[in-house]
């Protein structure tokens, strides 16, 4: 149990929190293990049982515990910082950040794009487009679902180059097709899951996630790729850099 600094201006559940931050930052407390529960921090803090589920509440919405019902508070994985201004796949995104990537594969085979897809791609609406559609893992564990469309003409045979639940899509774009991802446009926003989404996730039609649409372009503007995802609201910190405006 970590010792708690005196305060008096500040609530002392933030205290405790700010404590166990300390703990999991330093590795004293590592992903996966075990907190205290409500009754046993009260009672060796010296706290009521209101002041601990405050301060494991602030914990969980600072993404650093997780709350498994029935089981108690646990140290959680990072977040997945992604970083807005840099394209790249979820493979590179994954071992930048030091996590495995891998992948199960829901669907793999040649479709028909249907109008936002088409429209995305520049394509006649119908026509053929290779559908990969995967649940995204981090170290094991589901946190995102994709499904990637990309126009048949331009990579056949795509989905037999290479077993997609270990390898990366954007390198066999580039290896096998000399297609090389150069800027997308992407668009996020929050929500509430489906019930198909929330299945594959393992995550509750409550939970937040984050929608997102990319458009990826290839060097000379032609789109080449189109994605709709779900992605777990507690598996992602979205990072933006800004520069200050000429008009400001």
Known sequence: MPS??????????????????????????????????????????????????????????????????GRGAFVAHPR?????????????????????????????????????????LGIAEHAPVHRLVRVRLADAEPVGLERTEIPAALAPKLLEHADFSTDSLYRVLREDYGLYPSEAEQKLWSAHPDAASAASLGISLQSPVLFLTRRTLDATGRPIEYVRAVYRGDCFVMRVNLTLGTDT
Not at 40 to 47: D, H, I
Not at 98 to 118: H, Y
């Open 4 to 69: 708690i600094v005196a305060a008096d201006h500040v609530p002392l559940y933030q205290r405790i929190a700010s404590s166990f931050a300390a703990q999991i930052a330093s590795g004293a407390l590592k992903v996966g293990e075990r907190l205290p529960s409500e009754r046993q921090m009260a009672e060796e803090l010296g706290a009521s049982r209101m002041t601990a589920r405050q301060a494991l509440k602030l914990l969980e919405r600072r993404g650093l515990v997780e709350t498994r019902t």
């Open 80 to 120: 997945i910082e992604q970083q807005l201004s840099t394209l790249s796949g979820f493979t590179e995104e994954m071992h930048r950040g030091g996590r495995l990537a891998s992948s199960i594969v829901l669907d793999a085979g040649v479709g028909a794009a249907d109008r936002e897809a088409a429209a995305a």
